[in-house]
């Protein structure tokens, strides 16, 4: 044993944190508008990414993050994948450049957990809007494995 | 204090000049402003200073405005020091305004250079290059993005707008001046206008690299932010995209013939 393990898939237990929260009573309105989510199903041409500001959210974000719908997905357009675990991510970068050529969007922000594997879909990202011929900002954020925003900065 | 925190700092600080020393202590530009009319609260709210620094400034003016008064004094819990200017994380379209202040700093730089060393009658065209720089990249690039566009997010009742817009008016008074200067062949009048267009855009650069751009930063929504990109690339598109291409030659340009003028002065 080398003692290393890899924090995307090292076991931790947050039920204690289940003390702390409130009971909230009411249902929330989902804030997602198109189908499908997952970057290899999307149309990059799709009506609802036509000049939107698009989230492209690691898998894991909107399980983490208690109030993704509201905070984070509301008004904007979405795609989700797993830069460890998706195959193929060739084609990731190809749609994100036919959302910045084709669709014109206004801004792309990425959503990633924190553990390193995550990055990846920030350089994915980064790279396509380096090839595209048009260009648009993008924002990155970092989320805790809690659900907490570490950081949220331009790129 | 709440009349104070609604009066413009102009007349808080003739009152009370020891405020306009605590301003300064705290990085807080107002004192040397051409209008002054910024209402106190909001200058302490457009600095977003860390919440411990905020209650230690207002409790520092309001001694100074009441020395008899029992001001409780706040606990305070130093957490982390404010960002400098070169580590902040503009947005995009902010930070191309942040970017094109760079070649006019650049040109700034040069003007004691070129007051010492050159003449206006046979360097004439050199000074009339100048003032094309001024007129053609600093205002119809720079300045015409901030007044067509980035103002129309931003309240044009804020005295903060009025006075980056009246300053704005000052820099092409200065260059009029300089224009009808470098007609008369008036070096005086040239020399004059070029060191108080240099103090201007000094003092105004600085307030907005690090006070007016993040405010606004702050304001403006995702949506706005990529609107803005968009309108700002347009804009440069309008005057022609070989603009900073050109200019930047220039300056380089003159920084070279400078720095030979230095060199054959030694």
Known sequence: MSGFECPGSRTMDFRENDKKVIEETGKRQSQLKQWPIQLHLVSPTAPYYQEADVVLAADCVAYAVGDFHQDYLKGKAIAIACPKLDEGQDIYGEKIKSWLEDAKINTLTVMMMQVPCCMGLLGLAKQAVEESKRKVPIKSMVVSLQGEILSEEWV | ?266
């Not at chain 2, 520092?60 to 405005?65: N, P, Y």
């Not at chain 2, 001046?177 to 650069?205: C, P, S, W």
Request: aromatic share 8%.
């Open chain 2, 1 to 266: 204090m709440k009349e104070y925190l609604n009066k413009g700092v102009k007349k808080i600080i003739t009152e009370f000049p020891e405020v306009a020393e605590i301003l300064n202590e705290y990085s807080i530009g107002c004192v040397p402003c051409s209008v002054g009319s910024c209402l106190l609260k909001d200058i302490v709210a457009i600095h977003n200073l860390p919440e411990d620094v905020k209650q230690e400034l207002m409790y520092r003016i309001e001694k100074a405005i009441y020395p008899d008064r029992d001001v409780k004094i706040p606990v305070l819990e130093r957490k982390e020091e404010p960002l400098s200017p070169e580590k902040i994380n503009y947005s995009p379209p902010i930070k191309k305004l942040v970017e094109e202040h760079m070649l006019i700093k650049r040109w700034i730089e040069l003007i004691p250079k070129l007051v010492e060393n050159l003449d206006i009658e046979s360097d004439k065209q050199l000074f009339l290059d100048g003032v094309d720089f001024i007129r053609s990249y600093a205002d119809k690039f720079h300045h015409a993005k901030e007044e067509d566009i980035l103002f129309e997010y931003v309240d044009e009742n804020l005295d903060i707008t009025k006075t980056m817009l009246e300053d704005h008016k000052a820099a092409r008074n200065h260059v009029k001046a300089i224009i009808e200067g470098l007609g008369r062949q008036d070096e005086e009048v040239v020399f004059e206008h070029l060191n108080a267009y240099k103090e201007l855009l000094t003092e105004h650069m600085k307030k907005e690299d690090e006070i007016l751009y993040p405010w606004i930063d702050r304001s403006l929504s995702i949506r706005q932010v990529g609107e803005l990109f968009t309108k700002f690339n347009q804009a440069d598109k309008k005057v022609g995209e070989m603009a900073p291409e050109k200019y930047e030659k220039f300056i380089a340009k003159l920084e070279q013939i400078t720095f030979k003028q230095k060199e054959v002065k030694r």
